[in-house]
């Protein structure tokens, strides 16, 4: 079954800031790849670094690993945040993520909550597969 990720209408999903290099595997519509770096994501989308800005409202397929497994959704494009020297910061939303994904995603960002109020470093996100 598929779950189709509701930011809640008063509140933002907590974020996780990524302070390790995590690559995601970007997939666009017309079967073209690229890599980004994932600066932060929570259950409803993130935040990568990107070598050039994507089109606002471009559907895209994103994927990277955690320490949960891999995590593999479908994500609209948001407008680009800020350009850096690195590329530009380019958030986006997740529009449906499997169950088991879902599932991933969230144990992996309860255990780096869990790690945080225990005062513990954790690094539960690695690099991706392909898509």
Request: net charge positive; proline share 6%; glycine share 6%.
């Amino acid at each position: 079954m598929t779950h189709f990720p509701q930011p809640h209408p008063s509140r933002r999903s907590a974020r996780v800031q990524l302070g390790n290099i995590v690559l995601a595997a970007i997939r666009f519509e017309d079967g073209q790849h690229a890599k980004a770096k994932l600066q932060s994501i929570s259950v409803t989308g993130g935040l990568l670094q990107m070598p050039s800005e994507l089109a606002q409202g471009e559907f895209v397929e994103i994927a990277f690993q955690t320490q949960s497994g891999p995590v593999h959704g479908m994500a609209e494009i948001l407008t680009p945040m800020r350009k850096t020297t690195a590329g530009v910061l380019q958030p986006f939303r997740f529009v449906a993520l499997e169950d088991d994904d879902h599932r991933r995603l969230r144990t992996s960002l309860d255990h780096v909550a869990d790690r945080h109020l225990l005062g513990l470093k954790s690094s539960v996100f690695n690099l991706p597969r392909t898509i």
